[in-house]
DNA sequence: GTCTATACTACGATAGAC
DNA sequence: GTCTATCGTAGTATAGAC
């Protein structure tokens, strides 16, 4: 029941927001009564800051092999790094096309706007293993930008992905598509990786 | 009267939701009673959809300039396209980064999530405008590239300066900054120039 | 462990005084 | 136009039955 909870949980805060989700609903939803929130969570917080835990805990396992395929082995050339860093911008973004990454998306980007102490629990538990592995390969990619502008870079392309989740209301109506079909997740992937090689691939020895 | 609420409308529905905030606090930040929302608005809807309006009026007009540059002569050379774009991705993450877009954005990036009948006019009213500045632009700077993938290329690109604010919590984490300062804003604003000229740099005479 | 019953609070809508 | 008063509804929390 814990678990049914937290699923349906996702869904209601994701949606309505805090404020907004009605702890007998996500009951109802489980064929349960809302004081069964009460006995496994403590509350309405109590469910919220787990929900947070959850998403982040399937966040992780969502990339574990992601990052684990970019970290195993050294990386020995510019275009190693950059390689690498198209396959995992490439994960990301099929993550933030998917169907999955809608649910968990709802709830985190709300809390990117209004961060509360759910976001430091999804931020450290799935985020920072991809920025800790993300940085130093910009830093192999291009080795002639300071830290700080390796990681305004790392951002700006990952945000490319984040965009495709976060303003995907745009983006379907730019593309003039109802709902995205997969040769439109397709072409986006690829425009992607062809943004990242561009980026990545200039530097002072082909823009002095 | 109407203004105010409409101000006071803006912060509580993007920090709380639709269903979180309260039209009795709304009323109350503005020194009235919950009864002018309906006296004004006829309700907490016709509240929120004026609420859209607002902003788009808004965003609408902070952006009037930077459309109405890029738009006033005709482009000459793929060069010039580029820095037409990289001067309006500029002013949008300018907007972006600003106290006044941190309000409309709550608002916006919620109704991204489950876009209603308020998205229609927040994206007819401000965003398509930009939208139909943007793609020719793009279409002038790659022509090698299909109308779709010009599509798809201009949202990426935009997507970046939208991850400035849509993220803002990742990246100051990324950045290790409790809070963005101007010099950090300036150092991200240029690599989104840098980065916007790389992408619509590259092309089929220079990556066959 | 889970549900029922209940207490309490706060919401939005509305009618009517000013 | 704006406010007060009031209504019905819906929220959370809690205690106690099973």
Redesign the pocket.
């Given at each position: 029941?814990?678990e049914a909870l937290l699923e349906s949980a996702i869904d209601h805060f994701g949606r309505c927001g805090f404020e907004g989700?009605?702890?007998?609903?996500i009951?109802a939803d489980c064929?349960?009564?809302?004081?069964?929130?009460?006995?496994?969570f403590g509350?309405?917080?109590g469910l919220y800051l787990a929900v947070a835990e959850h998403i982040a805990a399937q966040l992780a396992e969502h990339h574990r092999d992601a990052l684990e395929a970019i970290a195993v082995t050294p990386v020995k050339t510019r275009e190693d790094a950059i390689e690498r860093l198209v396959a995992v911008l490439d994960a990301l973004a099929a993550t933030m096309l998917g169907a999955k990454a809608a649910r968990w998306a709802r709830f985190i980007i709300r809390e990117q706007q209004e961060p509360t102490e759910a976001f430091d629990r999804i931020y450290s538990i799935a985020m920072r293993p991809m920025t800790e592995a993300f940085i130093p390969l910009i830093a192999a990619a291009r080795p002639d930008l300071s830290d700080r502008e390796q990681r305004a870079s790392g951002f700006l392309l990952f945000g490319q992905a984040l965009a495709l989740r976060a303003g995907r209301a745009s983006l379907c109506r730019v593309l003039g598509l109802e709902h995205l079909d997969a040769e439109a997740e397709l072409l986006l992937r690829r425009r992607l990786a062809t943004h990242t090689r561009a980026i990545l691939s200039a530097g002072p020895e082909t823009l002095p």
């Amino acid at each position: 029941m814990r678990e049914a909870l937290l699923e349906s949980a996702i869904d209601h805060f994701g949606r309505c927001g805090f404020e907004g989700a009605a702890t007998r609903a996500i009951a109802a939803d489980c064929g349960t009564a809302m004081s069964s929130i009460t006995y496994h969570f403590g509350g309405k917080e109590g469910l919220y800051l787990a929900v947070a835990e959850h998403i982040a805990a399937q966040l992780a396992e969502h990339h574990r092999d992601a990052l684990e395929a970019i970290a195993v082995t050294p990386v020995k050339t510019r275009e190693d790094a950059i390689e690498r860093l198209v396959a995992v911008l490439d994960a990301l973004a099929a993550t933030m096309l998917g169907a999955k990454a809608a649910r968990w998306a709802r709830f985190i980007i709300r809390e990117q706007q209004e961060p509360t102490e759910a976001f430091d629990r999804i931020y450290s538990i799935a985020m920072r293993p991809m920025t800790e592995a993300f940085i130093p390969l910009i830093a192999a990619a291009r080795p002639d930008l300071s830290d700080r502008e390796q990681r305004a870079s790392g951002f700006l392309l990952f945000g490319q992905a984040l965009a495709l989740r976060a303003g995907r209301a745009s983006l379907c109506r730019v593309l003039g598509l109802e709902h995205l079909d997969a040769e439109a997740e397709l072409l986006l992937r690829r425009r992607l990786a062809t943004h990242t090689r561009a980026i990545l691939s200039a530097g002072p020895e082909t823009l002095p």
